[in-house]
């Protein structure tokens, strides 16, 4: 599965990330493996999927904070740099 996620800010963008869902005993769990942390938990897969949404969205806004930022490479997935 791939989920697209619209970004507002300075600079509009749609992105498309893998998204695997499992299910582990009694929740579903939305994992994204190209962002490490990516992962949330939901009664149904449409809600697991919901709440990763929101934690990739935080993980952005942490990065952003940091002076972190994720490169798309067409070839090996996302690349994180620190920017100095």
């Known amino acids: 599965m791939n989920l697209k996620i619209f970004s507002a800010g ?4 749609i992105v498309q990330l893998p998204v695997v869902v499992s299910f582990d005993e ?3 769990i939305a994992k994204c ?4 942390g ?4 939901g009664e149904t ?3 697991a999927v919901k709440e ?4 990739i ?4 806004e942490y990065r952003k904070e940091r ?5 798309r490479r067409s070839t090996s997935g996302p690349k994180i740099s620190h920017k100095e």
Do not use: S
């Not at 493996?33 to 490490?36: A, C, M, V």
């Open 10 to 13: 300075f600079i509009n963008e």
């Open 26 to 28: 009694d929740v579903y």
């Open 33 to 36: 493996p190209t962002i490490q």
């Open 38 to 41: 990516a992962f949330a938990q």
């Open 45 to 47: 897969p449409e809600d």
């Open 52 to 55: 990763l949404i929101n934690v």
């Open 57 to 60: 969205q935080m993980i952005k």
């Open 67 to 71: 002076g972190d930022f994720i490169t």
